[in-house]
């Protein structure tokens, strides 16, 4: 089968050459690429140029959604392969989708994840990218959502599809697939390096944002049913993960009362202990690839960090109440 490898691309010159150099030198020969330049400013379309004649060109900025399927329907492929722009796929990566889309026909739709390694030296490169590595391989074989980074669709499905983007495309897709009783297969084997860089604040910005979203989701396709089925928790938040949360402002609830009161001290003590608990398999993941003074501090992001998701999910579930959801 015809793969056509999708990049939708905004200001992205950086990353843009590594991630089109990647795919070229697949070991899978039947494929077209094509870039979405979705009105860009820099030199994303002069770089494309040099991997690829297939661009299409939106002279504004659209979004992830609809340009993916600009993409598509410039695109003469029995799959469509969407990769972002700042995402490096390994040689045998489209190989892996045209097998398995070969040898599971009722399959019409597979995502993977991203590889333990960054290329960045930044903390919270590193810590972000081994986070999510780890949440993802907590996930079963099928799944309710799409990751962005890397998802593949048979175009006798994109054909049907009347979706609207609605923000965190990927996952609201994955969902809006879901409700429709199309299976989503999670390969493992499909890793992609990720070449997006975090400080601090763009690590607490993104965590927000995606949670504030992921709650309205939640609302819309009733995440609550979900997390009735299976281990997988709702979208690619694995159960562990959301009750973790939860943990967290439970132990900030109760740490004045054990304050004021020694004699409830336990009161904190138990949520917390539950947390670590939950997440030591996490912290044992960062210890043997990075050492235990990575680890220590990683213990110390992943409560803020759950704190921030907190925080973006009760906002998203506020928001939802005066910004109606799409139906």
């Known amino acids: 089968m015809k793969i056509s490898v999708i990049v939708p691309a905004y200001n992205c ?142 175009k006798t499905l994109l054909k049907e599809l009347d979706f609207k983007y609605e923000g965190a495309e990927d996952t609201a897709l994955g969902q809006f697939l879901h409700r429709r009783g199309e299976p989503i297969a999670f390969l493992r084997n499909l890793q992609v390096l990720h070449l997006k860089e975090y400080g601090f604040l763009s690590w607490i910005r993104n965590d927000f944002r995606t949670s504030y979203l992921w709650a309205r989701l939640f609302l819309k396709y ?41 004699a409830f001290f336990v009161l904190d003590l138990f949520p917390l202990s539950l947390w670590f608990l939950f997440n030591m398999a ?10 235990a003074f990575f680890a220590t501090i990683g213990v110390v992001c992943t409560f803020i960090d759950h704190i921030v998701m907190g925080l973006g999910i009760v906002t998203g579930f506020f928001s939802a109440l005066f910004l109606p959801l799409n139906s």
């Open 13 to 154: 010159e950086k990353t843009l050459a590594l991630c089109l150099k990647a795919v070229c030198h697949s070991v899978y020969n039947d494929f077209e690429l094509i870039v979405v330049d979705d009105g860009c400013t820099d030199r994303t379309r002069e770089i494309a140029k040099q991997y690829t004649n297939n661009i299409v060109v939106h002279p504004k900025r659209t979004n992830p959604f609809e340009a993916r399927l600009s993409g598509a329907n410039a695109s003469n492929g029995d799959v469509f392969a969407f990769v972002d722009s700042d995402v490096v796929i390994s040689p045998g990566t489209l190989e892996n989708i045209g097998s398995y889309f070969s040898a599971n026909k009722d399959i019409r739709a597979l995502t993977g994840l991203l590889s333990k390694e960054h290329p960045s030296h930044r903390f919270f490169s590193q810590y972000k990218n081994l986070y999510m590595n780890h949440i993802f391989n907590q996930l079963p074989d099928r799944v309710t959502f799409l990751y962005g980074s890397i998802f593949a669709l048979r």
């Open 222 to 262: 009733g995440g609550w049913k979900q997390l009735k089925k299976g281990k997988a928790g709702f979208a690619h938040s694995p159960k562990t993960q959301i009750a973790s949360i939860g943990l967290v402002f439970l132990t900030l609830v109760s740490l004045p009362v054990a304050i004021y009161v020694p």
């Open 282 to 291: 996490f912290f044992s993941f960062l210890k043997s690839e990075k050492g």
